[in-house]
Every structure is written in C-alpha cells, then in structure tokens.
Nanobody, 118 residues
Framework: QVQLAESGGGLVQAGGSLRLSCAASRIIFQLNAMGWYRQTPGKQRELVARINRGGTTNYADSVKGRFYISRDNAKSGVYLQMNSLKPEDTAVYYC????????????WGQGTQVTVSS
C-alpha cells in the first residue's frame, strides 16, 4: 500500500520553476508533519523543507526565499514550489512524514528526479 507518492519532477533550465506534489494517505497526513528531502549520488539525504500540522515551516538555508512548502488538508497533499532553480538543486526529491518539525519521520515516498540544466 503506497502511503506517500511524489509527482512533478522533471528537467528544467536554471532560473526556472517546478512544483512537486506528494499525495499522502489520510491518516498519515493528519497525524504528522510533512517534508521534502533531497539526495544526490554519494551524499546523505538532506532537508529541503518541512511543515507541521499548524503550518509552521522549516527550510534549509540553501533554499530559503526560493522554495515554498505548503499543505492542503482537504487533499492530504503537500507541495513544494521551487523557483529560481539552480543546477545544484538537481537531486532526487523525497516526501517524508513524521511527528517532528525538526527531523524526518518514518514514512518515505519513492522519490522524484529533479534535474536543473545550466
């Protein structure tokens, strides 16, 4: 049973925008903070942004002012609007759910590739 499913990745030129979506099972969405992480080959998975049930957000310094996380309680969805993309944003992006705003939780999606060309 798929509990987190990402979509919206793709290839974009530097300076462009993409919007990632994550569809969550309802119970997971209702009980948890939601977040986005990214990973490149040979590196650890890193925080991009998280949002708790009350709407408080937490962003990595590298994406502040360019990326925006939001959640839609009616759709059990979490979204990542990525603007002013840079080649260094290229990674596999993963959706995550867990109780804390400050760290990832147990539930992970399968990932979606984002490639930013220079």
């Amino acid at each position: 049973q798929v509990q987190l499913a990402e979509s919206g990745g793709g290839l974009v030129q530097a300076g462009g925008s993409l919007r990632l979506s994550c569809a969550a099972s309802r119970i997971i969405f209702q009980l948890n903070a939601m977040g986005w992480y990214r990973q490149t080959p040979g590196k650890q998975r890193e925080l991009v942004a998280r949002i708790n049930r009350g709407g408080t957000t937490n962003y990595a310094d590298s994406v502040k002012g360019r990326f925006y996380i939001s959640r839609d309680n009616a759709k059990s969805g979490v979204y990542l609007q990525m603007n002013s993309l840079k080649p260094e944003d290229t990674a596999v992006y993963y959706c995550n759910a867990g109780p804390l705003l400050s760290e990832p939780g147990y539930y992970w999606g399968q990932g979606t590739q984002v490639t930013v060309s220079s």
